[in-house]
């Protein structure tokens, strides 16, 4: 357990690193040192062996309700230019080991966000995703257009962000946003599953494969090809790559290092 005041760290014994957003009585809005918690607790899990990989969640009734309206409206223009928050939302983008986002009722605006950071997410039949601030007169501003539209395509992502109108975890799934639908009981259960299995593969095979995978985000095909090669080819040199194709050949499981 940490001490931290607005996210809770549970380490598993699985490998699997539980974090829970904790500002209920905000809908978990993400207030500056709410984001600066979770991307110090992302570098630290970063250089923790031990951390395989991390599942993010807020409780059983919402996942983030966005940007905490209250600290931005103290903003002026020159304290949105200077706003450390681009910093920090690139803290926890690179976080480079997967992470699973499991999303119970409303996430939204930044919670949507924090969502597309993760690099899957599961979704209770209650989730609702939303970019509604357009509805406040702003937009987006933590990767939301971009992330969005590479996700869900265009059509999905200009009505969410020129109208504000939330989609169900159907609609989600459907789209691409989210990797599965669970009953809301079984949500947080079924991501730290999926975390536990990504965890037992070979460390550095998966996060080659996240850091290819987003690479097709920034790339065109021929540089994500020579990308993927290249990636590839360094696995070659790994113990865990012996050690996985040994264990299938001797039809035993592998026992992955990390090396
Ligand atoms: N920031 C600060 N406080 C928030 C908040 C937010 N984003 N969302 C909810 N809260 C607070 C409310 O002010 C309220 O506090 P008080 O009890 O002190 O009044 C408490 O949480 C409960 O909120 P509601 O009574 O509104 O709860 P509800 O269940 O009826 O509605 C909701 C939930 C639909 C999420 C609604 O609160 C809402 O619409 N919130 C704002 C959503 C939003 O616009 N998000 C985008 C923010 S901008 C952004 O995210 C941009 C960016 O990252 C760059």
């Known amino acids: 357990m940490s001490s931290y ?3 809770i760290a549970e380490p598993q014994e699985t490998g699997v690193l539980l974090i829970k957003l904790n500002r209920p009585e905000a809908r978990n809005a993400l207030t500056t040192a709410l984001l600066t918690e979770l991307a110090a607790e992302l570098e630290a899990a970063q ?10 969640y807020g409780n059983d009734s919402v996942f983030a309700a966005g940007a905490d309206l209250k600290e931005m409206a103290k903003l002026d223009a020159v304290g949105v230019l200077q706003d450390v928050r681009p910093k920090i939302w690139k803290r926890i983008y690179d976080f ?13 605006g930044g919670g949507c966000e924090l969502a597309m950071h993760a690099d899957i ?29 590479r996700t869900v395509g265009k059509s999905l992502a200009m009505k969410m962000c020129l109208s504000g109108e939330f989609i169900n975890a159907d609609v989600a799934v459907a789209s691409g946003l989210a990797a599965e639908k669970t009953a809301d009981d079984q949500t947080l259960e079924r991501a730290l599953e999926l975390a536990t299995r990504i965890a037992k593969k070979a460390p550095l095979a998966v996060q080659q494969a996240k850091e290819v995978l987003l690479k097709a985000f920034e790339t065109d095909l021929e540089a994500g090809l020579h990308y ?32």
């Open 121 to 149: 997410i599961i979704a209770g039949e209650s989730a609702e995703f939303g970019q509604p601030e357009i509805n406040l007169g702003i937009i987006p501003g933590a990767g939301g257009t971009q992330r969005l539209i």
């Open 5 to 7: 005041n607005y996210i």
């Open 96 to 108: 480079k080991k997967p992470m699973i986002a499991a999303v119970n009722g409303y996430c939204l």
């Open 47 to 56: 250089e923790n062996d031990l951390i395989r990989a991390v599942v993010l």
């Open 228 to 259: 993927e090669r290249k990636a590839f080819t360094v696995l070659a040199a790994t113990e865990d790559r012996n050690e996985g194709i040994a264990a299938f050949l001797e039809k035993r499981k592998p026992e992955y290092k990390g090396r």
